[in-house]
């Protein structure tokens, strides 16, 4: 698996298990890009920028660093 599925499936897994119920809208919002660019981030068709990586964390209330840890183990 590649990255740019790796972080699709990661940002898959915490949206759908996370309590805070983000919609791809909300995200988006929040790393300050267009509702369809965070739409191909999660499809994997995107290769997403490190600064967006990092806004999409904190959207989950993450580090950097956690997040980066969970798309490392996606497999």
């Known amino acids: ?15 759908y298990n996370n309590d805070m119920k983000l919609t791809q ?8 890009m267009t509702l369809r660019g965070y739409q191909y981030l999660e499809l994997g068709k995107r290769k997403p920028k490190l600064e967006t990586v990092e806004k ?14 969970i798309i490392e183990e996606m497999d």
């Open 1 to 15: 698996m590649d990255i740019n599925e790796k972080f699709a499936k990661a940002i898959l897994v915490l949206r």
């Open 56 to 69: 999409i964390a904190h959207a989950f209330g993450m580090k950097l660093s956690e997040f980066c840890k």
């Open 25 to 32: 809208k909300d995200i988006a919002g929040e790393a300050d």
